[in-house]
Each structure stands twice: as structure tokens, then as C-alpha cells.
């Protein structure tokens, strides 16, 4: 069976099916494994990710985070998303980020992602951000999607080529990478069949 987005009346807290993966906001009763998750993989995500304070990797950190995950989504601010293996499955193996919604005249949003080192290679990222993108595009009425990775990331580099992202410039010195300022290529990707319809689903 194909990618599907499951969805019902009143504008439900997204839960996102793919061939392999489950994405949905977190709960507090995933806070553990979330946890689990930055801590088991700190190392492998510190050369792309800013540096993280002993606060990051706490239980209270996360319990916040949740929170303001559900209220972001219900506020139309962000999107952030678990990557689960399977329908029941408490283990992460990713996190997805839509964020910095903006409506008026721009409905665009930033993208950001995250896998487990255990879960390279077996395209899975792809598969989550392909349906994820579909649901924003669809269901949230996004009209573009921006995505920026270091210049020595390829496998970012690849991964947005295959999605579509198109290429827009470098920044120099865009984010405080790690320790040290550093330049980002800017991608984005643009919802061809957007109509002003698409940009009231939201609120519907």
C-alpha cells in the first residue's frame, strides 16, 4: 500500500503514515524516548546542529518542548514531527521541522531534519519528508518550503535535489554551527498547484 495521510473533521493532530514510518507530533508519554533519542545521537548531530546546552538532553527540556509542539500546531506556528518505525513502536529514529509559519502574502515555511545514525542509508528521511511535504503543501497550505544545509553536507545536498529544491544562493555565515559561523546553501521548493483556497485549508 502507498503513502497515506490520515486525516478526519476539525483539523485533527496530524498523523502521517508512509510505506515504513509513522510521523505525528510527540506526546508527553514519548519524553523518554525523545530523550533517548538526542542523547544516543549528540555526537553524530553536533557537527550540524548548534551547540546544545546540558538543558537539551533533559526529561524537563523535552516536557516543555511537547507542550509547545501541540500549541505551535494548533496556533499554526510550526510543525514538528517524530519519525517512528511503525504503527506502535515507541523508538524514534528521526525528528522533521517545519517552522517559522508565515500566512499573509508569503505562506512559507523553513524546513529542518534529523536522523538517527542508526538509520542511514535505507532512504528513509526521503520517504518521510516526500509525504510530509505533501500534507503542508495539501493539508496546511504551504506555497513554498525553504531548506538550508552546510555546503559540505552532501547528503543533504542530494537528498533536497531528489525532493525538488532548488538551489537560491549561500549565506555567508548564516548559523552558528557547533561553535563556529557558517555559511548555508538556500533551497526551496514551491507547491505549483497552490490557489488562494490551498492558504484558507488551515483555518477551515
Not at 510521523?23 to 548548534?50: G, K, M, Q, T
Not at 499573509?104 to 516526500?130: D, I, N, P, T, V
Not at 543533504?156 to 555559511?183: C, H, M, P, T
Request: contains cysteine.
Amino acid at each position: 500500500m502507498g503513502p497515506a495521510i490520515v486525516n478526519s473533521l476539525c483539523r485533527p493532530r496530524p498523523h502521517i503514515r508512509t510505506e515504513r514510518l509513522i510521523l505525528r507530533l510527540p506526546e508527553l508519554s514519548d519524553v523518554p524516548e525523545i530523550v533517548r533519542f538526542v542523547r544516543v545521537n549528540r555526537d553524530f548531530h553536533a557537527p550540524w546542529e548548534p551547540s546544545r546546552s546540558a538543558d537539551y538532553y533533559s526529561p524537563e527540556y523535552w516536557t516543555d518542548q511537547v507542550e509547545r509542539s501541540a500549541s505551535n500546531f494548533a496556533d499554526d506556528r510550526a510543525l514538528n514531527l517524530f519519525l517512528f518505525a511503525s504503527q506502535g513502536d515507541p523508538d524514534i529514529i528521526g525528528r522533521l521541522n517545519f517552522s517559522n509559519f508565515v500566512r499573509g502574502a508569503a505562506h512559507f515555511c523553513h524546513c529542518g531534519y534529523a536522523l538517527a545514525e542508526s538509520a542511514q542509508g535505507k532512504g528513509l528521511m526521503e520517504e518521510a519528508l516526500r509525504t510530509a511535504i505533501r500534507y503542508l503543501f495539501d493539508d496546511v497550505g504551504m506555497h513554498r518550503i525553504m531548506a538550508n544545509y552546510l555546503p559540505r553536507n552532501v547528503r543533504s545536498a542530494s537528498l533536497l535535489a531528489r525532493l525538488g529544491f532548488q538551489v537560491e544562493g549561500v549565506a555567508k555565515q548564516y548559523l552558528l554551527i557547533n561553535g563556529r559561523w557558517e555559511d548555508h546553501v538556500l533551497t526551496s521548493l514551491v507547491n505549483r498547484d497552490w490557489t488562494q483556497a490551498c492558504g484558507e485549508t488551515r483555518n477551515a
